[in-house]
């Protein structure tokens, strides 16, 4: 009796070393930046080369708004781009070079002098040259995945991977720099040289990385392509893009207060560090398992809406009850959970934003909408920093007390600086995400359909 052809299809897969090397050259090029940006850089000019507070805050005033738009141009111009090697490995390969090369520059005197208008001009400098290839590569890379498969699956299993890696990018400088920095009058050749061979390590992982893995999901270069502000303007109109940048704002937000907040709690709250860190990884990994297991069945916005209501719910409890250790100890654990949904779910949607883009405009632009994506999140970072310390200041809050020594009205603004606003974020995203609709059956037939498309060109 004859059998029936099969109609299986294939299993989307990434090679494992694919995901290695990519995971790898994105966690140097974000420690790389972290140093930089993290505060080594600003560390480094004042205290050690000696220029002054006021114009290292000038260059990062004037920096800022050269770090906002270029992100959306250098992402219309990536997909663009034409070449063998695709739209994007371009960037990350001959950009690594000068990568490594501005890097490692930062960390020595030009010959310009010591002037304080010498030191300014070379410090604005190197962070103009160093941030316009750190766009160039971060945000190729930043969409390769988007680029190396369609299904959620094969996205998913690179970005559980992913995450272990950004915490160690996200480690190497709190971790590095306190031990390596010169003290003022101290020699630094032993700091220069680790700067250089950080700098060469970089080079040589991101250069080498490009020869493992490579863009399958591309569509022809427009030949009478929109421009920039045309394209912007599109991503504006694509309902999922808005409530995707809804989410990815939440995200960044949160991640920094929760970065800022933290250590004014353990100083004034007795909850131990260890079992608060060691609640937040358990967190983490139960969300990584959890959310992995269940995107498919569940399906990406539900499983983030779930998450935003845990993560509201925690973020909640801790803004009144924060002071008490088992309240806390939840708090943090779903802390873990956000943190674990926000490496793993948001970058699922985004990439299903940018499939529906293609559906409906036939062009694949995931450097336009990574660009503009940064473009709307960037300003998160300061709202985060500026939210925390004016709360903080209402409520209170004396910098010139002790640790342990604020008032009982100041530790409770401490918790709502901390926590209130992340759990009012989240309930807008879970709000908003009843109206996301990339979502149900008639999505996941669209997003086969375009697999399926992929595989065969």
């Known amino acids: 009796m004859a059998t029936k052809p099969s109609t299986t299809v294939n299993e989307e897969k990434i090679k494992l070393s694919s995901k290695l090397w990519l995971c790898s050259a994105d966690c140097l090029c974000s420690a790389a930046s972290g140093l930089i940006t993290g505060g080594a850089m600003t560390y480094f000019f004042t205290k050690f080369l000696g220029l002054s507070e006021e114009l290292a805050s000038t260059v990062w005033i004037i920096f800022a708004v050269w770090n906002a738009l270029n992100d959306p141009l250098f992402g ?20 690594s070079f000068f990568y490594a090369l501005f890097f490692i520059l930062t960390w020595v005197r030009w010959p310009l002098g010591a002037s304080q208008g010498a030191l300014f001009v070379q410090m604005l400098a190197t962070l103009f040259l160093f941030d316009t290839f750190y766009t160039a590569i971060a945000t190729s890379l930043y969409v390769m995945p988007y680029t190396m498969a369609v299904s959620n699956k094969a996205r998913g299993n690179l970005f559980i991977m992913k995450i272990f890696f950004t915490l160690l990018s996200m480690g190497i400088p709190l971790v590095l720099f306190p031990l390596i920095k010169p003290d003022v009058g101290e020699d ?21 990385s490009t020869f493992f893995y490579k863009e399958k999901v591309t569509t022809d270069i427009d030949e009478n392509p929109e421009n920039i502000f045309r ?34 709690y353990f100083d004034e709250f007795s909850m131990p560090m260890a079992a608060a860190y060691g609640l937040l990884g358990a967190g983490a990994v139960f969300g990584v398992i959890l959310w992995s297991r269940k995107v498919k069945p ?31 100890g939840v708090g943090f654990f779903a802390a873990g959970m956000g943190f674990a949904g926000g490496m793993y779910l948001i970058p699922l949607m985004n990439g299903d934003v940018i499939d529906y883009d293609e559906t409906v405009t036939g062009k694949r ?77 008639k999505w996941n037939e669209t997003k086969q359909q375009l697999e399926t498309k992929h595989r065969s060109e």
């Open 188 to 208: 630094p050749k032993r700091f220069q040289l680790i700067m250089v061979v950080i700098g060469v390590v970089t080079f040589a992982v991101i250069f080498t």
């Open 76 to 95: 219309y111009i990536s997909d663009r781009t034409k070449s063998k090697l695709g739209r994007r490995i371009p960037y990350i390969r001959y950009g």
């Open 231 to 264: 394209s912007t303007l599109d991503c504006l109109k694509n309902r999922s893009f808005l409530i995707f940048e809804i989410l990815s704002f939440t995200v960044i937000f949160i991640q920094t207060i929760l970065m800022q907040g933290v250590n004014y």
């Open 298 to 328: 569940w399906g990406v916005r539900n499983c983030t809406l779930l998450m935003c209501i845990i993560f509201a719910a925690g973020a909640g409890a801790m803004t009144f009850f924060g002071g008490n250790s088992i309240v806390a």
């Open 365 to 441: 632009r995931e450097g336009m909408y990574a660009g503009v994506n940064s473009l709307i999140t960037k300003p998160a970072i300061s709202f985060a920093n500026a939210a925390f310390i004016m709360i903080a200041k209402g409520f209170g809050y004396d910098t010139t007390v002790a640790a342990g020594q604020q008032s009982a009205a100041a530790k409770q603004g401490l918790l709502v600086a901390w926590m209130a606003l992340p759990a009012v974020l989240l309930i807008i995203c879970a709000i908003s995400l009843k109206f996301y609709p990339l979502t149900g059956a």
